[in-house]
């Protein structure tokens, strides 16, 4: 039979790379989102600024 120490190390072995891949996933699904709240703040502003120089009120908009 296999010594139960090395069982142990193999499951923390385990148990850490799984955290690690949660890690990972976790960066880059964040990063994912900040960029497009990004991208959805800067549409946002540049259409508050098309109605503050008149092209809302005119019903004109410059291409985004």
Do not use: N, Q
């Not at 699904?29 to 109605?51: L, P, Y």
């Amino acid at each position: 039979m296999t010594d139960p120490l090395t069982v142990a190390y193999i499951a923390l072995a385990v148990f850490v790379s799984v955290l690690i891949g949660i890690g990972v996933l976790a960066v880059l699904t964040w990063r994912g989102v900040s960029r497009s709240i990004a991208r959805i703040s800067e549409r946002m502003e540049a259409r508050r600024a098309e109605f503050e120089h008149g092209a809302g009120l005119t019903g004109r908009r410059l291409p985004l």
